[in-house]
């Protein structure tokens, strides 16, 4: 583990070198926040921010990342929720406030979820709730971001390959960060617990998210699904790991399609959700 002391800290968010943790970051930070990053890859972008090297499942990790902590965005990384039992002591003696990244898929009237990704998470905030942590759960949306595996099928040509999945409300992470903190800070508490379902404004599946991004670059991408068998074979190619695959195949067959339109971004932050189109266009550098 390395540390680097630059400021106190009030808030930890685990995953700080993804995606969605960069943005809840970046937003701290230009608030002024005092906030401390963890992720076993260094977020070394973040001048004036603490940085924590480390694996969450690790307690003692956990434990001295949450010293001086008061809130903590907590994004789970693995498929297995029984890693997590060693922090509920962590976060039971630190008492700061937990704010957990769950998915919109998260059925509560099911006993069992969709998949295993899904199943994750419903565990997660089960167990979490059932610590006595009183956690606020933020269900996102598919990320908007989640494109970014697509840039290199689009340098070589116009179709994106892969496994279709069921339409659904894609949100773009600027919004779910923005949302994330909005509860993270003192007076989040207003908003109570949720779970608060973040989605964006427009039900799109994989062809349509490629035909907008598509308009944006001038370019006439088309998606081609391909068979969960063919679509496994292709990403143990690429290195991903086994269980990965089989829960990202699993989610691509199982999960139900959904017609669930939020207005929990509008709710947390206070002007509406982004369109997917607009991501596309403020990130089209990144795919031409």
Same mark, same amino acid.
Do not use: K
């Given at each position: 583990?390395?540390?680097?002391?630059?400021?106190?800290?009030?808030?930890?968010?685990?995953?700080?070198?993804?995606?969605?943790?960069? %943005?809840? !970051?970046?937003?701290?930070?230009?608030? #002024?926040?005092? =906030?401390?990053?963890?992720?076993?890859?260094?977020?070394?972008?973040?001048?004036?921010? %603490?940085?924590?090297?480390?694996?969450?499942?690790?307690?003692? !990790?956990?434990?001295?990342?949450?010293? /001086?902590?008061?809130?903590? @965005?907590?994004?789970?990384?693995? +498929?297995?929720?029984?890693?997590?039992?060693?922090?509920?002591?962590?976060?039971? $003696?630190?008492?700061?406030?937990?704010?957990?990244? $769950?998915? $919109? &898929?998260?059925?509560?009237?099911?006993?069992?979820?969709?998949?295993?990704?899904?199943?994750?998470?419903?565990?997660?905030?089960?167990?979490?709730?059932? &610590?006595?942590?009183?956690?606020? =759960? +933020?269900?996102?949306?598919?990320?908007? $971001?989640?494109?970014?595996?697509?840039?290199?099928?689009?340098?070589?040509?116009?179709?994106?390959?892969?496994?279709?999945?069921?339409?659904?409300? !894609?949100?773009?992470?600027?919004?779910?960060?923005?949302?994330?903190?909005?509860?993270?800070?003192?007076?989040?508490?207003?908003? *109570?617990?949720?779970?608060?379902?973040?989605? #964006?404004?427009?039900?799109?599946?994989?062809?349509?998210?490629?035909?907008?991004?598509?308009?944006?670059?001038?370019?006439?991408?088309?998606?081609?699904?391909?068979?969960?068998? !063919?679509?496994?074979?292709?990403? @143990?190619?690429? *290195?991903?790991?086994?269980?990965? =695959?089989? &829960?990202?195949?699993?989610?691509?067959?199982?999960?139900?399609?959904?017609?669930?339109?939020? %207005? #929990?971004?509008?709710?947390?932050? /206070?002007?509406? &959700? /982004?369109?997917?189109?607009?991501?596309?266009?403020?990130?089209?550098?990144?795919?031409?």
């Amino acid at each position: 583990m390395t540390e680097t002391s630059l400021c106190p800290a009030s808030i930890l968010v685990t995953g700080a070198a993804g995606n969605l943790g960069r %943005e809840v !970051v970046r937003r701290l930070h230009a608030r #002024g926040v005092g =906030v401390r990053c963890l992720d076993r890859h260094p977020a070394d972008a973040f001048p004036g921010v %603490e940085s924590v090297v480390g694996d969450l499942t690790d307690p003692d !990790v956990f434990r001295a990342a949450l010293d /001086g902590i008061e809130a903590v @965005l907590l994004m789970w990384p693995l +498929l297995d929720s029984a890693p997590a039992h060693a922090l509920l002591t962590p976060l039971r $003696s630190a008492a700061p406030r937990v704010v957990y990244l $769950s998915s $919109s &898929a998260v059925d509560d009237g099911r006993a069992r979820q969709s998949d295993p990704i899904v199943q994750v998470h419903a565990d997660m905030e089960a167990l979490l709730d059932e &610590a006595g942590l009183r956690p606020v =759960v +933020l269900r996102s949306d598919t990320l908007a $971001s989640n494109v970014r595996g697509w840039a290199a099928q689009l340098r070589a040509g116009d179709v994106v390959a892969g496994p279709d999945i069921a339409r659904t409300a !894609v949100v773009d992470e600027r919004d779910v960060a923005d949302a994330a903190v909005r509860v993270l800070l003192p007076d989040g508490d207003r908003f *109570g617990r949720g779970p608060h379902v973040l989605t #964006g404004p427009d039900l799109l599946g994989r062809a349509d998210q490629v035909a907008r991004l598509g308009a944006v670059l001038g370019r006439r991408l088309r998606f081609e699904a391909v068979p969960a068998d !063919v679509a496994r074979t292709r990403m @143990l190619a690429d *290195g991903r790991p086994e269980e990965l =695959v089989a &829960a990202l195949v699993a989610a691509s067959t199982r999960r139900p399609e959904s017609d669930r339109v939020t %207005e #929990g971004v509008r709710r947390l932050t /206070g002007r509406p &959700a /982004g369109t997917f189109a607009q991501w596309a266009a403020d990130h089209a550098d990144e795919f031409r």
